[in-house]
């Protein structure tokens, strides 16, 4: 048993502290605003991010201005959405323990410079707090009813292995993973993809155009990792395949059902209001894209997703854009 701080309590904060308590840590949840706390102290329910599920009795639900929020943790996990995490990271670095390391579930990349958010985090932690990412096929919805899913860990290994020791049991199972730079481009590109995935969905296509995406897609993220010098297993792997397939494909995924509202003509100003919550590929697209564009990589897909997203191209024309690039051999 280890003692956890769980900051943000969007769908995965709370599925990740309910997985925590189950396996037998001592948990603090740590939600945005004290009406946030309260009303999920008091009913242990949030339909829209746990659907069915029940918050354990034995996690503690408080709000990040509770000065002693993280006191005595000796992990603390941060599950914000990635355009907050360069404006919270200071401060969450002042209330981290002595001796605690940090747990990234936040999957993209920093707005603008399109750099992996484990060296945002490094700048404010310091070289001597130790730091991972938690990244994989993981739709919340799924993981808090119980159902089965796996991840993997990814950093300062010393602290992935208690990570993995921590939340692994039999409805998930954690992998350790070396390759954190693969981990944290497959978490910030498979959105993007999905959300071409969601545009074919919403123009009626079938499978034959979903899979030629995800296929594609793969393609495309793997090319930017071997410029970033990342592992091709990574993108073969739970982060990289398994996660594009499920974020493609799963009724939960926010990043498609965006897709599909793109095709429809929603603008992309709307499109989160409609989803209701966080949709990771539309803040992701435009760094993705800035961090091919530095490491001399073409992405066809991602380029067509800004396109539909900020410049109001009709997604058929997208598509079709796609399509009607020059012959090329598989690679």
């Known amino acids: 048993m280890i003692r956890i701080a769980v900051i943000g309590a969007g769908a995965w904060g709370c599925t990740f502290a309910c997985l925590a308590a189950r396996a037998g840590s001592e948990v603090t949840l ?144 954690v992998y350790l993973n070396h390759d954190l730079m693969g981990v944290e481009l497959c978490g910030a590109a498979k959105n993007v993809i999905a959300l071409a995935a969601g545009m074919s969905d919403g123009l009626g296509f079938g499978d034959n155009a979903k899979a030629a995406l995800i296929t594609r897609g793969l393609a495309e993220m793997s090319r930017l990792g071997a410029a970033a010098g990342a592992s091709d297993a990574t993108f073969r792997g739970l982060a990289g395949m398994g996660d594009l397939v499920a974020t493609c494909t799963s009724r939960h995924s926010r990043n498609r059902r965006a897709g599909e509202l793109l095709a429809q003509g929603v603008p992309a100003s709307e499109v989160e209001q409609r989803v209701g919550q966080t949709v990771e590929g539309l803040a992701t697209v435009r760094a993705l894209l800035v961090r091919a564009r530095d490491e001399g990589v073409e992405l066809p897909i991602s380029d067509q997703v800004a396109a539909a997203a900020f410049e109001g191209r009709p997604a058929v024309e997208c598509l079709s854009a796609l399509m009607n690039r020059a012959p090329a051999a598989e690679a």
């Open 30 to 173: 740590v939600c945005r605003t004290p009406e946030q706390a309260s009303a999920l102290a008091g009913t242990r329910r949030d339909p829209v991010r746990l659907g069915d599920a029940t918050l354990p009795q034995s996690v503690r639900v408080t709000h990040v201005s509770d000065t002693g929020a993280t006191d005595g943790a000796s992990l603390v996990v941060v599950a914000l959405p990635s355009r907050a995490v360069a404006g919270a990271a200071a401060d969450i670095a002042a209330r981290i323990p002595r001796g605690a390391g940090v747990l990234s579930l936040t999957k993209g990349l920093e707005q603008g410079t399109g750099r992996v958010l484990s060296q945002v985090w490094r700048d404010v932690l310091g070289a001597d707090v130790p730091f991972a990412v938690l990244s994989g096929p993981n739709h919340a919805e799924e993981i808090a009813a119980g159902q089965p899913a796996a991840a993997v860990v990814s950093g300062d290994l010393i602290l992935s292995r208690r990570v993995q020791a921590a939340v692994s049991g039999p409805g998930f199972r």
